[in-house]
């Protein structure tokens, strides 16, 4: 059986879904499955990068489809990514998936469960919409879209009907999943597998013998850390309020990794409060992952609570894989939030509230002890509960099914009557 994944960035693109699509397509790979990837030529931080068009990695035959990049910078020429995209990716199932094929259609780019269900359905394939990240709701909570609009309204009925056409619908949280089987109203095909941290290739790494922490001159230094996209779903302004109050202890620091739509935003706010105590680096190569995320003492996770059925904040699995504790910016009823809650890896502060984030920071570089423990649960609760090997497993039994399916029945042969 053929295993086809759609997403807009692959191996060897580091952005957040492309990591976790890349793993697990070479995990099924190294399973026996026969399994290809449809993807851009693009990393999503480079505009001067053209990939190669067709190559095998681990077993996965990777098809990199000719699009646009103009990048994330602006909507319109990002709009324009998605569009032609879409159109590529719709003409190459049409012409190279097969019947009993399946289809695992990612969310990048938006709206591709509508597309790539169309062209699966025409060509009698298995579909299965791994909901990553939830459009067009993320639009609209945003205030990119009007919530009643008609762009809106019709990308919503557009992308439920697609999924009501899918074999099965994946989600990461229980909070998207319920969110889904309200618009599909079929439980049944609604499965939840979490996302996930290799905890072999992210490791803890001690900080008296991290090279990255060295050479970005942090040693001494209680360090809090952000490590990922900084983009809309987040927010930045109580953190950098907190570093603000912060700005005359010259032994708490504050590392921020990545890029993003906001990235640049964060950079002038800080420059603008005069924010020495904080230091930017860019987004590290996964070589460097277990390095760069424990290069700070303690990380911090966020998400705008009206994301919380759409989104879930896949850094927050690195961050445990590192053992590392997690102080998460949000609403205490979010899934991130209730995780901390229950395990002790960490603590929760609602946004606006840089004066008790701040004050937990001071704690925190107080408590080394307190901090030990937090860590030591961190990576107790990627390994019992969220790691790769787990929902690779899952993977593996959704897909199972449909192998099952495709087996032909056996026919009996009649039984001779006597004579």
């Known amino acids: 059986m053929k ?14 879904t492309s990591r976790v699509v890349s793993k697990l397509a070479f995990a099924l790979a190294a399973r026996g499955f026969e399994v290809t990837a449809i993807t851009s030529r693009a990393l999503h931080d480079r505009t001067d990068v053209r990939l190669d068009r067709d190559e095998t990695v681990s077993g996965v035959r990777i098809r990199r489809l000719e699009t646009s990049h103009f990048g994330r910078d602006r909507i319109g020429g990002r709009a324009l990514d998605y569009l032609i995209f879409h159109l590529a990716a719709f003409l190459w199932g049409l012409g190279n998936v097969s019947k009993g094929d399946v289809c695992v259609l990612c969310t990048d780019p938006p ?59 994946v989600c990461p ?13 079929n439980k ?23 090279r990255l922490r060295r050479a970005w001159g942090l040693e001494g230094s209680f360090v809090v850390g952000y490590s990922g996209n900084f983009g809309r779903a987040h927010d930045f302004t109580t953190l950098l309020d907190a570093a603000s109050l912060l700005r005359d202890r010259s032994d708490i620091r504050f590392l921020m990794i990545g890029s993003g739509q906001q990235h640049a935003a964060v950079v002038e706010r800080a420059r603008h409060l005069g924010l020495a105590n904080m230091v930017f680096k860019p987004l590290q190569p996964s070589r460097n992952l ?3 995320l424990g290069a700070a003492d303690v990380h911090i996770v966020t998400l705008l ?3 919380e059925h759409c989104i879930v904040p896949s850094k927050f699995y690195g961050i445990l894989a590192a053992g590392r504790p997690s102080i998460f910016i949000g609403t205490h009823q ?19 509230s840089s004066v008790a984030l701040a004050a937990l920071i001071i704690d925190l570089s107080a408590a080394p002890e307190r901090c030990a423990s937090m860590a030591a649960i961190a990576r107790q609760l990627i390994e019992n509960d969220y790691s790769a090997d787990q929902a690779i497993d899952r993977w593996f039994g959704i897909l199972k099914t449909f192998e099952r399916r495709l087996e032909p029945k056996a026919v009996s042969t009649p039984r001779k009557l006597p004579s």
């Open 3 to 16: 295993v086809v994944f759609a997403n807009r960035y692959f191996h060897p693109d580091q952005s957040a």
């Open 111 to 169: 709206m591709l469960s509508v597309t790539g269900t169309l062209a699966m359905r025409l060509k009698g394939a298995k579909v299965v919409n791994w909901v990553l990240d939830l459009f067009p709701e993320t639009a609209i909570e945003l205030g990119l879209l009007r919530r009643k609009g008609v762009l809106a309204t019709v990308s919503l009925w557009l992308r439920d009907l697609a999924f009501r056409a899918s074999d099965a619908v």
């Open 173 to 185: 949280t229980r909070t998207m999943a319920q969110h889904v089987c309200r618009h599909v109203k």
């Open 188 to 210: 049944a095909r609604i499965v939840v597998v979490h996302n996930f941290s290799d905890t072999k290739e992210i490791g803890v790494v001690a900080p008296a013998e991290n």
């Open 290 to 292: 277990a390095e760069s």
């Open 305 to 307: 609570p009206s994301l």
């Open 334 to 352: 979010g899934e991130v939030a209730q995780a901390i809650a229950a395990s002790g890896c960490g603590e929760t502060v609602e946004i606006g």
